[in-house]
T-cell receptor, first 115, second 112 residues
Framework: EADIYQTPRYLVIGTGKKITLECSQT?????MYWYQQDPGMELHLIHY???????EKGDLSSESTVSRIRTEHFPLTLESARPSHTSQYLC??????????????FGSGTQLSVL | AQSVTQLDSQVPVFEEAPVELRCNYS??????LFWYVQYPNQGLQLLLK??????LVKGINGFEAEFNKSQTSFHLRKPSVHISDTAEYFC??????????FGAGTRLFVKA
């Protein structure tokens, strides 16, 4: 059912590298989100967007940045990756209340490991 | 602000036994409540939701949950679990704004 895609699925990189995690959805949803997931911990909201050219920081401080130039695309960038950035990153989207009744659609996630 | 507490980090259970995964929330305003399931190596998918109306909501795969406003709880139940129900389950709350707040998850292990 989900039409939201994340790439890559797994990423192992060295410290100091710049990386971009891709997220795309084909449902025309205005709202998009990035969550960070660590084992046994809450999913923490790190970024969200209401629509094109709108981005906000979430509840958990993050050194990553996001952009929303097109409705369907919401990439997350780390300018200089560190081992503390090792985590699972989940992208999600949601339509209007009438469209989706508050339901979030999730991608399969990107597991990032920084060595 | 809203918060969600999932009272059990892991729940082991034998196949065909009943199970209850507990969730409590706090909020100063009315909320929408959700349960999401995450199977290994997959994203989260919606199991069921409470928006309004009947406090007993039924979801996919035989799961149901009951909204209890006085106890601020939204426990998830299934009368008979299968091996395939092994997954992580997340309770979540939304106040109808842009944010959905998630609990820490409960890992359900179903043993043969």
């Amino acid at each position: 059912e989900a039409d939201i895609y994340q790439t890559p699925r797994y990423l192992v990189i060295g410290t100091g590298k710049k990386i971009t995690l891709e997220c795309s959805q084909t449902m025309g949803h205005d709202k998009m989100y990035w969550y960070q997931q660590d084992p046994g911990m809450e999913l923490h909201l790190i970024h969200y967007s209401y629509g094109v050219n709108s981005t906000e920081k979430g509840d958990l401080s993050s050194e990553s940045t996001v952009s929303r130039i097109r409705t369907e695309h919401f990439p997350l960038t780390l300018e200089s990756a560190r081992p503390s950035h090792t985590s699972q990153y989940l992208c999600a989207s949601r339509g209007s209340y009438l469209e989706t009744n508050e339901k979030l659609f999730f991608g399969s996630g990107t597991q990032l490991s920084v060595l | 602000a809203q918060s969600v507490t999932q009272l059990d980090s892991q729940v082991p259970v034998f196949e065909e036994a009943p199970v209850e995964l507990r969730c409590n929330y706090s909020s100063s305003v009315s909320v929408y409540l959700f349960w999401y399931v995450q199977y290994p190596n997959q994203g989260l998918q919606l199991l069921l939701k409470y928006l309004s109306g009947s406090t007993l909501v039924k979801g996919i795969n035989g799961f149901e949950a009951e909204f209890n406003k006085s106890q601020t709880s939204f426990h998830l139940r299934k009368p008979s679990v299968h091996i395939s129900d092994t997954a992580e389950y997340f309770c979540a709350v939304s106040a109808g704004g842009f944010k959905t707040i998630f609990g820490a998850g409960t890992r359900l292990f179903v043993k043969a």
